[in-house]
């Protein structure tokens, strides 16, 4: 079975710096590429970026680009999402989740990270 | 940028159908999946391709995508189904792309 586990939710600051985890285990890890939601409190759902375990390529959500970062660590099967100053509107859900080359639809999800960032 | 977008809410009572729309340019000319997600819990998909179901996934829900527009139709509609639902789907140029989410309620 695929199956995505998320590192726990964070308490953070503003200005401080974060990075949390996605772990794949029950496939070849470089088989599905690694997306990450974000989710608001309340609202609905952003794709932020994707990253090809293969080779560690990425895309970016124009909106995303710049203040977050994508990578990999295929020895661990493990995909990140980085942060080097947070703001307080980064304070949301956020979800990893596997989609294949050749589709487009995620699927299975991580069970989510809440991120929280105080001013 | 890629706008996909659908009603905030829609209400239907138990055994009854619900349909759930998502517009977008020229949407029929890509695939469209579609998500429910329920309170504290992760998106899960309930179909992809347009119409075809996970397995696991209970045959009242059924997809269709033509024109400007994909729907999302829950068949004998059980109080389990009361949820939020989101479609999504995937261009060349923009990438993924969610829509801004209906909120099934079963009355």
């Known amino acids: 079975e695929v199956q995505l586990v998320q590192s726990g939710g964070e308490v953070k600051k503003s200005g401080e710096s974060l990075r949390i985890s996605c772990k794949g285990s029950g496939y070849s890890f470089s088989t599905y590429w690694i997306s990450w939601v974000r989710q608001m409190p309340g609202k609905g759902l952003e794709w932020m970026g994707e990253?090809?375990?293969?080779?560690?390529?990425?895309n970016y959500s124009p909106s995303f680009q710049g203040h977050v970062t994508i990578s990999v660590d295929k020895s661990i099967s493990t995909a990140y999402l980085q942060w080097s100053s947070l703001k307080a509107s980064d304070t949301a859900i956020y979800y990893c989740?596997?989609?294949?080359?050749?589709?487009?639809?995620?699927?299975?999800w991580g069970q989510g990270t809440l991120v929280t960032v105080s001013s | 940028s890629y706008e996909l977008t659908q009603p905030p809410s829609v209400s239907v009572s138990p055994g009854q159908t619900a349909s759930i729309t998502c517009s977008g340019d020229?949407?029929?000319?890509?695939?469209a999946c579609w998500y429910q997600q329920k309170p504290g819990q992760s998106p899960v998909l309930v179909i992809y391709?347009?119409?075809e179901r996970p397995s696991g996934i209970p045959e009242r829900f059924s997809g269709s995508n033509s024109g400007n527009t994909a729907t999302l139709t829950i068949s004998g509609t059980q109080a389990m189904d009361e949820a939020d639902y989101y479609c999504q789907a995937w261009d060349s140029s923009t990438h993924y792309v969610f829509g801004t989410g209906t909120k099934v309620t079963v009355l």
């Open positions: 990253i090809d375990p293969t080779d560690s390529y990425t």
């Open positions: 989740a596997t989609s294949s080359p050749n589709s487009h639809w995620f699927d299975p």
């Open positions: 020229k949407l029929g000319d890509k695939y």
């Open positions: 391709q347009n119409s």
